[in-house]
């Protein structure tokens, strides 16, 4: 546990924030652009997706390069979901 909040309070010193996403909707309305930013370069993240907010799954780990990342969700009819980036 100490080492999580180690690593939240060194991103926040020399980030001065936290990740952050934000949202987008793509060029059709089937899409949705998700942006990453304030990421630790070298550190690995998760973008994870749940039906029902209790159990996630990772669906593409990365290690970040940089401090932003850009994800593109496709939708088909009727896909509701919830995301989220877990830092690892």
Same mark, same amino acid.
């Not at 936290?18 to 652009?33: F, H, I, K, Y």
């Given at each position: /546990?100490?080492?999580? &909040? @180690?690593? &939240?309070? %060194?991103?926040?010193?020399?980030?001065?924030?936290?990740?952050?996403? =934000? /949202?987008? *909707?793509?060029?059709? =309305?089937?899409?949705?652009?998700?942006? /990453?930013?304030?990421?630790?370069?070298? %550190?690995? +993240? @998760? *973008? *994870?997706?749940? /039906?029902?907010?209790?159990? &996630?799954?990772?669906?593409n780990p990365f290690t970040? @390069?940089? +401090?932003?990342?850009? &994800?593109?969700?496709?939708?088909?009819?009727? =896909?509701?979901?919830?995301? %989220?980036?877990?830092?690892?």
């Amino acid at each position: /546990m100490n080492v999580l &909040w @180690a690593g &939240w309070i %060194r991103d926040l010193v020399t980030l001065g924030a936290v990740e952050r996403l =934000s /949202m987008s *909707q793509g060029a059709d =309305s089937g899409s949705l652009t998700v942006n /990453m930013e304030k990421l630790s370069p070298g %550190r690995t +993240y @998760a *973008q *994870q997706v749940s /039906m029902d907010l209790k159990s &996630w799954s990772d669906v593409n780990p990365f290690t970040a @390069a940089v +401090y932003t990342n850009t &994800w593109t969700l496709v939708f088909t009819n009727g =896909s509701n979901a919830f995301y %989220r980036l877990s830092g690892r």
